[in-house]
């Protein structure tokens, strides 16, 4: 590829792309994003005269349409959501009602929350830039120093914190913080659509915990919430706050021009028919094993060639792929960011980026790095400023750089699997090209049903809206210990309950008969002598330490509800570029000891998942198909692990583990059929098994395309006969306790899901299954028995019948 050039670099990039051959094959579609000029608006009279002066300083003569519009709705007290573009520069729009009040008014205060400390610190960047010594900004976090946490409380006019420490830290010592509260004005909201499912439910009752607390101080603060392009903002941001909020979405800022690649990696292993394709009647030929389930976590273990589980056809690795271009795109000069969707790929694309460039140079391969959550907060604090500098030309990250932390100047952004929304897609191709340049965006799609249906179906991203936000502030298993914890800050009232939403009387009643509150004519009081210990961000417990067994170093840490298959005894850890192994997992103590290692293989942990019907609470029932949505009662358990080499995927072995079961009771969608839909779709009874087990995977893939949700926020499990249900039955689950809403929409929207499941298994080239239409990246069963055609014909009826 040739080196870009100013404002055509991405041109100049995307004709590389082409250049190479085989990187042209696995372009299916360039869709060219045009660029849009911006519409600006007066400065609003009321805006503080030295503020105004240092934002034109700054170069920005006057504010967007759209920014103008939310601050004079905030201004006049009301509250707002700016739901526009990424890089639309909605920080302006909230910032101009926010610090014209703080510096109006000594007394006022204001509060931001942001889903990321990197986020917060950025903004805290921001506002310090514009040396308003009218304004006392700070930053409360867990990484705050004790001895700042009190200056803050007493002096800070503008606090920058994320909705756990506003949930652990600033809530329950709301006395101390007495004179911010009194002082509220506004609170800031920002990136507001992540907050969603289980997390989204917790944010929602936490921000009615702050209303209530506010409301003892004598403040009723205006809400000013900011949101990537999202469907029905405004229902979003209500129900996540408790409060009717205007609209703004129509966006005035300008946009640079972008060339946006769908990339499918190629077939590393082909069967002599497999370009037969399908018959005229759209079925796929081809046959496959004969079902059980899936528990929706974990990553593709595949590796880069070769023959992949039972003898499929597997992709090149798009952790691989992704290394590549990144590597290209670095050598040429194109300061790239490639998100993908795990801690380890963060890891395996940096390192393999850097091994490739250092046959250019040294000095070239140290300027790649991989960027996650588990780092010390000193290391993400370096990586930002070499990032903000230009000293690093390419950063493999998770979504924690999704965000809008301010990196000006990208070139390319790649990503390396569909991140599940619409919405984030569209935020992360949206980091590149933030001067008005050209910019390139590549989606490289995974060995996944989704993403393959994706890439070969480019209207169903770029012909429609985004996705909404989905999660349930009523869910029960958040609603509960978020009343436990209102009650343990004051006591709860019957006016309180009109607050927490509809199901709060009797969530409260079950808490009285737990012992866990107790009635007085004054409230409802809590009972015990500590504080409820609540994780909003459903992780299921605190987060697992890893620890290097000979010095007691700190690497890092793992979610709760990933350990038993991140870092169980034996599993391969990744770190900064170095492998460690892991010796123990010590579960009562929620750390794993792990010493330093390299081995040729990578592992896979294997799980065994059941589930029973603990009650059906809406459902469609026809002639042949039956349709319910209801609470199930899961059962999974961690039961061993694979070995596979790095290089080929070869299973080296299995290897057996002992780890306790756990339990969830969540809500499901779930089909049944009769014996006699099975007989008129062809499906022999020794291929129900692995027709279901295939429908089940695919369905759980395509789920991501109807609700705000990725891959491992579900679960799934198939069988031939049910004992619930007395039929061949089909379930998937939200993965988290309570449920989180996947589910209900899959239920409302199950012809479309079933259809365009249907239509991933057709379209799929390999001839009996594999990850891009059935496989499973962590199957409990292996990914055994599954039959492709069987599932096809099983599907084509069922959708026939539900319509």
């Given at each position: 590829?040739?080196?870009?050039?100013?404002?055509?670099?991405?041109?100049?990039?995307?004709?590389?792309?082409?250049?190479?051959?085989?990187?042209?094959?696995?372009?299916?579609?360039?869709?060219?994003?045009?660029?849009?000029?911006?519409?600006?608006?007066?400065?609003?009279?009321?805006?503080?005269?030295?503020?105004?002066?240092?934002?034109?300083?700054?170069?920005?003569?006057?504010?967007?349409?759209?920014?103008?519009?939310?601050?004079?709705?905030?201004?006049?007290?009301?509250?707002?959501?700016?739901?526009?573009?990424?890089?639309?520069?909605?920080?302006?729009?909230?910032?101009?009602?926010?610090?014209?009040?703080?510096?109006?008014?000594?007394?006022?205060?204001?509060?931001?929350?942001?889903?990321?400390?990197?986020?917060?610190?950025?903004?805290?960047?921001?506002?310090?830039?514009?040396?308003?010594?009218?304004?006392?900004?700070?930053?409360?976090?867990?990484?705050?120093?004790?001895?700042?946490?009190?200056?803050?409380?007493?002096?800070?006019?503008?606090?920058?914190?994320?909705?756990?420490?506003?949930?652990?830290?600033?809530?329950?010592?709301?006395?101390?913080?007495?004179?911010?509260?009194?002082?509220?004005?506004?609170?800031?909201?920002?990136?507001?659509?992540?907050?969603?499912?289980?997390?989204?439910?917790?944010?929602?009752?936490?921000?009615?915990?702050?209303?209530?607390?506010?409301?003892?101080?004598?403040?009723?603060?205006?809400?000013?919430?900011?949101?990537?392009?999202?469907?029905?903002?405004?229902?979003?941001?209500?129900?996540?706050?408790?409060?009717?909020?205007?609209?703004?979405?129509?966006?005035?800022?300008p946009r640079g021009p972008m060339d946006f690649v769908l990339y499918e990696p190629p077939l590393l292993w082909r069967r002599p028919a497999e370009r037969e394709g399908s018959d005229a009647s759209g079925e796929p030929r081809g046959a496959g094993g004969n079902g059980a389930g899936e528990n929706g976590a974990g990553e593709n273990g595949v590796g880069e060639y070769g023959v992949g589980e039972n003898g499929a056809p597997v992709r090149r690795s798009v952790t691989a792929e992704s290394a590549d271009l990144l590597a290209d795109l670095v050598a040429d000069g194109v300061r790239t960011?490639?998100?993908?969707?795990?801690?380890?790929?963060?890891?395996?694309?940096?390192?393999?980026?850097?091994?490739?460039?250092?046959?250019?140079?040294?000095?070239?391969?140290?300027?790649?790095?991989?960027?996650?959550?588990?780092?010390?907060?000193?290391?993400?604090?370096?990586?930002?400023?070499?990032?903000?500098?230009?000293?690093?030309?390419?950063?493999?990250?998770?979504?924690?750089?999704?965000?809008?932390?301010?990196?000006?100047?990208?070139?390319?952004?790649?990503?390396?699997?569909?991140?599940?929304?619409?919405?984030?897609?569209?935020?992360?191709?949206?980091?590149?090209?933030?001067?008005?340049?050209?910019?390139?965006?590549?989606?490289?799609?995974?060995?996944?049903?989704?993403?393959?249906?994706?890439?070969?179906?480019?209207?169903?991203?770029?012909?429609?809206?985004?996705?909404?936000?989905?999660?349930?502030?009523?869910?029960?298993?958040?609603?509960?210990?978020?009343?436990?914890?209102?009650?343990?800050?004051?006591?709860?009232?019957?006016?309180?309950?009109?607050?927490?939403?509809?199901?709060?009387?009797?969530?409260?009643?079950?808490?009285?008969?737990?012992?866990?509150?107790?009635?007085?004519?004054?409230?409802?009081?809590?009972?015990?002598?500590?504080?409820?210990?609540?994780?909003?961000?459903?992780?299921?417990?605190?987060?697992?330490?890893?620890?290097?067994?000979?010095?007691?170093?700190?690497?890092?840490?793992?979610?709760?509800?990933?350990?038993?298959?991140?870092?169980?005894?034996?599993?391969?850890?990744?770190?900064?570029?170095?492998?460690?192994?892991?010796?123990?997992?010590?579960?009562?103590?929620?750390?794993?000891?792990?010493?330093?290692?390299?081995?040729?293989?990578?592992?896979?942990?294997?799980?065994?998942?059941?589930?029973?019907?603990?009650?059906?609470?809406?459902?469609?029932?026809?002639?042949?198909?039956?349709?319910?949505?209801?609470?199930?009662?899961?059962?999974?358990?961690?039961?061993?692990?694979?070995?596979?080499?790095?290089?080929?995927?070869?299973?080296?072995?299995?290897?057996?583990?002992?780890?306790?079961?756990?339990?969830?009771?969540?809500?499901?969608?779930?089909?049944?059929?009769?014996?006699?839909?099975?007989?008129?779709?062809?499906?022999?009874?020794?291929?129900?098994?692995?027709?279901?087990?295939?429908?089940?995977?695919?369905?759980?893939?395509?789920?991501?395309?109807?609700?705000?949700?990725?891959?491992?926020?579900?679960?799934?499990?198939?069988?031939?006969?049910?004992?619930?249900?007395?039929?061949?039955?089909?379930?998937?689950?939200?993965?988290?306790?309570?449920?989180?809403?996947?589910?209900?929409?899959?239920?409302?929207?199950?012809?479309?899901?079933?259809?365009?499941?249907?239509?991933?298994?057709?379209?799929?080239?390999?001839?009996?299954?594999?990850?891009?239409?059935?496989?499973?990246?962590?199957?409990?069963?292996?990914?055994?028995?599954?039959?492709?055609?069987?599932?096809?014909?099983?599907?084509?009826?069922?959708?026939?019948?539900?319509?």
């Amino acid at each position: 590829m040739g080196s870009p050039a100013d404002i055509g670099g991405a041109d100049t990039v995307l004709a590389g792309l082409r250049r190479d051959a085989r990187r042209a094959q696995c372009m299916t579609h360039v869709e060219p994003v045009a660029a849009r000029p911006g519409r600006r608006a007066p400065w609003p009279e009321w805006v503080d005269p030295v503020l105004r002066g240092r934002w034109v300083a700054a170069g920005i003569d006057a504010p967007w349409t759209h920014q103008a519009a939310a601050a004079d709705a905030a201004h006049a007290g009301r509250s707002v959501v700016l739901a526009t573009g990424t890089a639309s520069g909605k920080s302006l729009g909230y910032l101009m009602p926010v610090l014209s009040r703080l510096l109006a008014q000594p007394g006022a205060r204001a509060l931001y929350l942001s889903p990321t400390k990197a986020l917060a610190h950025d903004q805290l960047r921001a506002v310090r830039a514009l040396r308003l010594t009218g304004v006392r900004a700070a930053t409360y976090d867990g990484d705050t120093p004790a001895a700042e946490r009190d200056w803050v409380r007493a002096h800070a006019g503008l606090v920058l914190t994320n909705p756990d420490m506003l949930h652990r830290g600033i809530l329950p010592q709301h006395r101390r913080w007495a004179q911010f509260l009194r002082g509220l004005r506004f609170v800031v909201i920002d990136e507001c659509h992540g907050y969603r499912g289980v997390f989204g439910a917790h944010v929602a009752a936490v921000i009615r915990r702050l209303r209530r607390v506010c409301a003892r101080y004598g403040s009723q603060p205006v809400f000013l919430l900011a949101s990537a392009t999202t469907a029905d903002p405004g229902l979003s941001a209500g129900r996540l706050t408790g409060v009717d909020v205007e609209v703004i979405d129509d966006d005035g800022a300008p946009r640079g021009p972008m060339d946006f690649v769908l990339y499918e990696p190629p077939l590393l292993w082909r069967r002599p028919a497999e370009r037969e394709g399908s018959d005229a009647s759209g079925e796929p030929r081809g046959a496959g094993g004969n079902g059980a389930g899936e528990n929706g976590a974990g990553e593709n273990g595949v590796g880069e060639y070769g023959v992949g589980e039972n003898g499929a056809p597997v992709r090149r690795s798009v952790t691989a792929e992704s290394a590549d271009l990144l590597a290209d795109l670095v050598a040429d000069g194109v300061r790239t960011l490639v998100f993908v969707r795990s801690r380890r790929s963060a890891e395996v694309v940096a390192v393999t980026a850097r091994r490739e460039l250092g046959h250019i140079g040294a000095d070239l391969a140290e300027r790649v790095a991989a960027y996650r959550a588990g780092y010390l907060p000193e290391e993400r604090r370096e990586l930002e400023r070499r990032l903000r500098a230009g000293d690093l030309l390419g950063v493999a990250t998770t979504s924690a750089l999704e965000l809008g932390v301010d990196i000006s100047g990208l070139d390319a952004t790649v990503t390396a699997g569909f991140p599940g929304t619409l919405a984030s897609l569209w935020q992360q191709a949206g980091r590149a090209g933030r001067d008005g340049q050209r910019s390139l965006a590549v989606l490289v799609a995974r060995d996944d049903p989704l993403d393959t249906y994706l890439v070969h179906h480019p209207e169903a991203v770029f012909g429609r809206s985004v996705e909404a936000c989905v999660f349930d502030p009523d869910n029960p298993y958040v609603l509960a210990p978020q009343l436990e914890c209102a009650a343990a800050e004051l006591p709860l009232t019957e006016a309180d309950l009109g607050l927490f939403g509809p199901a709060a009387a009797r969530v409260v009643d079950d808490l009285v008969r737990r012992g866990r509150l107790r009635r007085r004519p004054t409230g409802w009081f809590w009972t015990q002598r500590g504080r409820p210990e609540v994780d909003i961000r459903g992780a299921g417990g605190p987060p697992v330490r890893i620890v290097e067994t000979a010095t007691g170093r700190l690497l890092g840490t793992v979610d709760a509800a990933a350990a038993h298959s991140a870092v169980h005894p034996g599993a391969v850890y990744l770190h900064q570029g170095s492998s460690f192994v892991v010796d123990d997992l010590d579960l009562p103590e929620a750390v794993a000891f792990v010493h330093e290692e390299s081995p040729e293989w990578t592992t896979v942990a294997r799980e065994h998942t059941d589930i029973r019907i603990v009650e059906s609470t809406r459902s469609r029932v026809l002639p042949d198909v039956e349709v319910h949505l209801g609470v199930v009662e899961v059962t999974s358990q961690v039961v061993g692990y694979q070995r596979r080499l790095v290089a080929t995927g070869e299973v080296l072995g299995q290897e057996p583990l002992d780890l306790p079961p756990r339990q969830l009771r969540t809500r499901a969608v779930w089909y049944t059929v009769t014996d006699a839909l099975l007989a008129g779709a062809d499906v022999e009874s020794a291929d129900v098994p692995g027709a279901v087990h295939a429908a089940e995977h695919a369905a759980i893939g395509l789920l991501p395309l109807f609700a705000t949700c990725d891959r491992w926020d579900i679960g799934g499990v198939s069988t031939a006969l049910h004992a619930d249900t007395g039929r061949t039955s089909v379930f998937v689950y939200d993965g988290h306790a309570g449920g989180a809403g996947f589910a209900e929409r899959g239920f409302l929207r199950i012809g479309d899901w079933l259809a365009a499941t249907r239509d991933a298994i057709g379209a799929c080239e390999c001839p009996a299954g594999c990850p891009s239409c059935v496989q499973s990246p962590k199957c409990g069963n292996g990914n055994e028995p599954l039959d492709k055609a069987a599932a096809w014909r099983l599907l084509a009826a069922v959708t026939a019948a539900v319509g």
